[in-house]
């Protein structure tokens, strides 16, 4: 396993995220778990400090598939907005966990069915909420 790159998230989308992860449905699940251990290494900054060149909750990311060569663009929602046709990843999918913090230029590699492993590149972030001014500082 490659070392973690690391991450910077919001001290909003981390009270909203640890208390969604305090549900009883949740607690016991392994992706809540993971997005526990992601939360706790992160650096945490005020909405109102949030670099615009990383992924908080509800951005959508221009991604690259280093595999494939294909793009994607991807918006990162809570479990309740997911659609994987839309393109909305939820937080507790192992992607969706991997690409929070993540700044443009950062990649994460990810197991896939079959054994693989899939790299994933950020290559821009279309829209982020608090550098939209969305978000309350």
């Known amino acids: 396993m490659s070392s973690l790159p690391p991450i910077t998230v919001s001290s909003l989308d981390i009270a909203r995220l640890e208390a969604m992860l305090e549900s009883p449905a949740l607690r016991q699940l ?4 993971a997005l ?3 939360l706790a290494r992160a650096n945490v900054v005020a909405p ?15 991604c690259l598939d280093e595999n494939s060569g294909e793009s994607r663009l ?3 929602v809570y479990p309740q907005d997911a659609d994987a046709d839309q393109g909305k990843i939820s937080v507790l999918a192992p992607v969706g966990s991997a690409l929070l913090g993540l700044s443009v230029g950062q990649h994460i590699d990810w197991p896939a ?25």
């Open 30 to 33: 392994p992706a809540a778990h």
């Open 36 to 38: 526990g251990e992601e």
């Open 48 to 62: 109102a400090d949030m670099p615009a060149d990383v992924v908080s909750m509800d951005s959508v990311v221009a």
């Open 74 to 76: 991807l918006t990162l």
């Open 113 to 137: 069915p079959g054994g693989r492993t899939l790299r994933l590149t950020v290559t821009g972030i279309q829209y982020q909420p608090e550098a939209a001014g969305a978000i309350p500082g």
